[in-house]
């Protein structure tokens, strides 16, 4: 009979089943957006048809679908979390969804039309969607009353790893596209997540196993401290989908941006969605000097809440997006600008990840009741489903039937930075007046 531990040690160092943890998350953040990085150029360069003809999809359809995607996963976790919270336990729901998350990158590896699309996103939006929860939650799971004050400083190196992971993603699978074509660049990706599996795999024994909630998960959820956390919690992520509904865009109109524009640096070329490897190496720079320079210098003038940092990261989020809509301005004039300018906006974009994801990923731990963990984490990842979902009904309903654009040009990105600007004010007199819980 297998004995797992149902409770963290006593003790206030790191708790033993951290760095399986954070190992697995660098591998599967691999796998997840090596395949992302180069989604939308395969749908317009290299997708086939039956009969082994392209058969790739105007710029906007592409877009559509990309973000329709994304938008799936992140409407997944709350099936994972039902099954995490209600049923199974999250190690076993991970286990079992990291599986068919396997198998979706085989399915893209081994068929390249779009039937083959469908079933390997649907199986990775599976796998990948409803994983997220358990695992932040886990993350939470494994602390006692004496290392919880280590949790901040875990979940930080936590985001270091998923930014590791889709660095060096995305550097590695558009050049593999670009050199030996979407079978191989597809398949690699399955193969580290298949590596993150075993490593999760390999800590059973050191992690600490919080049993399901069962019935009382349901009573809880539907209680009125239930709904009062889910709807307080709610007024905070209808402004962060927007955000999200901005941010992804580095995976679509970006990349579709960046194609046009000179992206030669320091005497190279850059492939256009290997720009995109800037926001998780910026990450990578930026959780540091936020945590340990930028948040205590900010903390001598003002009380530096969550919902600040929050606000302070939409506001720059603005700054960030009108970068693009300048440099679209450019290239609708038949200018060539550098993919400096981008870099640039990455820089601002990715300071404001800094300072809402991960400040909500933490503050939504935070104000989840006990039994609800994973669930207010796939609560949280529907502001991110609803962004893109937003995003993807934008570009399809801008599509002209012959392929061309009701929003075109700059109006396209100027129209994001309006809303976001809009955005930003109203959370500003929002986060003013919510009360947390400090429970």
Known sequence: MIHYKTRPDESKTLPPGIPYIVGNEAAERFSYYGMRAILVVFMTQYMMNSSGQLDVMPENEAQGYFHLFVSTVYFMPLFGALLADGLWGKYRTIIFLSLIYCLGHFALAIDNTRMGLLIGQGLIAMGAGGIKPCVSAHIGDQFGIGNKHLMTKVFSWFYFAINFGAFTAMLIIPWLLDQYGPSIAFAVPGLLMLIATVTFWSGRYRFVHIQPAGINFIKEMFSSVGIKSLGKLASIYAFIAVFWALFDQTGSSWILQAQKMDRRVFGFELLPSQIQAANPLLIMLLVPLFSYLIYPFLSRFFVLTALRKMTIGLFITVIAFAIPGTIQMQLDSGFTPTIIWQLLAYI???????????????????????????????????????????????????????????????????????????????????????????R
Do not use: H
């Open 348 to 438: 601002l974009l990715t300071s404001a990840e800094v300072m809402v994801s991960i400040t909500c990923l933490e503050f939504s731990y935070t104000q989840a009741p006990k039994t609800m963990k994973s669930f207010v984490m796939a609560f949280y990842f529907l502001s991110v489903a609803t962004g893109n979902l937003f995003t993807s009904a934008v570009n399809f309903f801008i599509q002209n039937d012959d392929g061309t654009s009701k929003l075109a040009g700059a109006d396209y990105f100027w129209f994001f930075t309006g809303l976001m600007f809009t955005t930003a004010v109203l959370f500003l007199f929002v986060s003013k007046r919510y009360q947390e819980d400090t």
